[in-house]
């Protein structure tokens, strides 16, 4: 299994994939909304678009498909389904229709877990979406699933939880603070306006959950769900406080009502035990380690955008 196409491959979690696979000796394809002038082995199109995908896929003919597009954010709710569902089937479809049969590793979240209480979240538990998000992305493991089921398709759903690294979106509480941070620096600035820093997260560095995609595909078993995380939970605070002691700034932190999200969960926090024992998987990177690569990255970002 050596040639892959991913789907999002310019997203965080997509970039960070295509660069560990290409380092492992890979030959990587992308499948995009936006041209990736990166890599002449990238295709242009929605995920949506089944003429766009059936042409990808008969060009690439991968032997492993990561499907990472997706509809994080959006203020449409019928985005989410557009993107995560019907995008999800449109790939599918398009897969049985260039005869083709890749190993096809999705990636989902831990958001369709609901609340819980704070013990860890293993994969057999009954899901509860609380969000449009959520929602779309049980329908999506589903729809997914489904084809497993019929078509015997060897389908593995990874549910990530919280991801962090250089290149995250600053739409996301630890990169938000990092740019912040960042940009306080620059400017001489000290203050912080944060949402609610009492919630409990399970953080997992970005790099480490690629390393798992990979060993999914390679000794993942089809029709399985596994859970990609850390198993230990932190609070957004503390990822605040790691990073206010990297600066030399002096801080202020204000609470702001606007950054207060509805159904936030109060905690939650995975089991990883499952992925261990199939794939031998562990996580390698500390948060201290993730949360200075995020900062530094931010400090970059923020000083190209002056130049």
Same mark, same amino acid.
């Given at each position: &299994?050596?040639?892959?196409?991913?789907?999002?491959?310019?997203?965080?979690?997509?970039?960070?994939?295509?660069?560990?696979? !290409?380092?492992?000796?890979? /030959?990587?394809?992308?499948?995009?909304?936006?041209?990736?002038? !990166?890599?002449?082995? %990238?295709?242009?199109?929605?995920? !949506?678009?089944?003429? @766009?995908?059936?042409?990808?896929?008969?060009?690439?003919?991968?032997?492993?498909?990561?499907?990472?597009?997706?509809?994080?954010?959006?203020?449409?709710?019928?985005?989410?389904? &557009?993107?995560?569902?019907?995008? !999800?089937?449109?790939?599918?479809?398009? =897969?049985?229709?260039?005869?083709?049969?890749?190993?096809?590793?999705?990636?989902?979240?831990?958001?369709?877990?609901?609340?819980?209480?704070?013990?860890?979240? %293993?994969?057999?538990? *009954?899901?509860?979406?609380?969000?449009?998000? #959520?929602?779309?992305?049980? #329908?999506?493991?589903?729809? @997914?699933?489904?084809?497993?089921?019929?078509?015997?398709?060897?389908? +593995?759903?990874?549910?990530?939880?919280?991801?962090?690294?250089?290149?995250?979106?600053?739409?996301?509480?630890?990169? #938000?603070?990092?740019?912040?941070?960042?940009?306080?620096?620059? $400017?001489?600035?000290?203050?912080?306006?944060?949402?609610?820093?009492?919630?409990?997260?399970?953080?997992? /560095?970005?790099? /480490?959950?690629?390393?798992?995609?990979?060993? =999914?595909?390679?000794?993942?078993?089809?029709?399985? *769900?596994?859970?990609?995380?850390?198993?230990?939970?932190? @609070?957004?605070?503390?990822?605040?406080?790691? +990073?206010?002691?990297?600066?030399?700034?002096?801080?202020?932190?204000?609470?702001?009502?606007?950054?207060?999200?509805?159904? /936030?969960?109060?905690?939650?926090?995975? $089991?990883?035990?499952?992925? $261990?024992?199939?794939?031998?998987?562990?996580?390698?990177? %500390?948060?201290?380690?993730?949360?200075?690569?995020?900062? $530094?990255?931010?400090?970059?970002? =923020?000083?190209?955008?002056?130049?």
């Amino acid at each position: &299994m050596k040639r892959a196409l991913i789907t999002g491959k310019q997203g965080f979690v997509g970039s960070h994939l295509a660069g560990h696979l !290409t380092a492992a000796g890979w /030959d990587v394809f992308g499948f995009g909304r936006r041209p990736d002038g !990166t890599n002449s082995r %990238s295709f242009q199109g929605e995920i !949506t678009d089944r003429h @766009a995908l059936r042409f990808a896929l008969e060009e690439a003919r991968p032997d492993v498909i990561f499907h990472l597009a997706g509809r994080i954010k959006s203020d449409a709710s019928e985005l989410f389904y &557009m993107v995560n569902l019907l995008g !999800t089937v449109a790939l599918f479809e398009s =897969v049985l229709a260039a005869g083709i049969r890749p190993v096809m590793v999705v990636a989902s979240s831990s958001a369709v877990y609901g609340h819980r209480s704070g013990k860890p979240i %293993s994969e057999r538990v *009954v899901l509860h979406p609380l969000t449009h998000y #959520a929602v779309s992305k049980t #329908a999506q493991e589903a729809a @997914a699933l489904r084809y497993y089921q019929s078509f015997c398709l060897p389908v +593995m759903i990874v549910r990530m939880f919280n991801l962090l690294g250089p290149g995250q979106s600053a739409d996301l509480a630890c990169s #938000a603070f990092a740019r912040q941070i960042a940009l306080a620096e620059l $400017n001489d600035e000290n203050g912080i306006v944060t949402g609610n820093l009492s919630a409990r997260r399970d953080f997992l /560095d970005v790099r /480490d959950a690629a390393r798992a995609f990979e060993l =999914v595909a390679k000794k993942g078993k089809a029709g399985q *769900v596994y859970n990609v995380c850390s198993g230990h939970a932190v @609070a957004i605070r503390k990822c605040l406080s790691e +990073m206010i002691s990297m600066s030399p700034n002096q801080f202020t932190v204000e609470l702001g009502a606007a950054r207060f999200q509805k159904n /936030d969960i109060p905690i939650q926090v995975g $089991n990883s035990l499952k992925l $261990n024992r199939a794939t031998g998987w562990r996580p390698k990177i %500390s948060l201290r380690e993730s949360l200075s690569d995020l900062l $530094n990255d931010w400090r970059q970002r =923020v000083q190209s955008e002056l130049e």
